[in-house]
């Protein structure tokens, strides 16, 4: 299994992105993917997460009502849209499957079984 993340970029605070992963294999449906961020110096957070299906999504505290998550399983691919971005921010963001033997809250790093290379994300005040 690959991931393959991609659509960051620098963009000024109040502006918008949207990421996209796109997955090998034929089981992306069959699985539930979330996004991560990394911002230097600091640990790897949860930032969104998306079941199997795209019927229940989660989401971190600071990126609720601004981040969209979503899927096409037809096209292998989950995505990220960012809206009224914050330098805050500002982080290389990772898309991640989650292994089948887990359910429920999205937000455990460790449940994740492949990740994708990452993409930064830079926002300007």
């Known amino acids: 299994v690959q991931l393959q993340a991609c659509g960051g970029g620098l963009v000024q605070a109040g502006g918008s992105l949207r990421l996209s992963c796109a997955a090998s294999?034929?089981?992306?449906?069959?699985?539930?993917m979330a996004w991560f961020r990394q911002a230097p110096g600091k640990e790897r957070e949860f930032v969104a997460g998306?079941?199997?299906?795209?019927?229940?999504?989660y989401y971190a505290i600071s990126v609720k009502g601004r981040f969209t998550i979503s899927r096409d399983n037809a096209k292998n691919t989950v995505y990220l849209q960012m809206n009224s971005l914050k330098p805050e921010d500002t982080a290389v963001y990772y898309c991640?499957?989650?292994?089948?033997?887990?359910?429920?809250?999205?937000?455990?790093?460790?449940?994740?079984?492949?990740w994708g290379q990452g993409t930064q994300v830079t926002v300007s005040s």
């Open positions: 991640a499957r989650r292994s089948r033997y887990y359910s429920g809250h999205y937000s455990r790093e460790h449940e994740y079984d492949y």
């Open positions: 294999g034929r089981t992306f449906s069959s699985y539930d």
């Open positions: 998306i079941s199997w299906s795209g019927g229940n999504t």
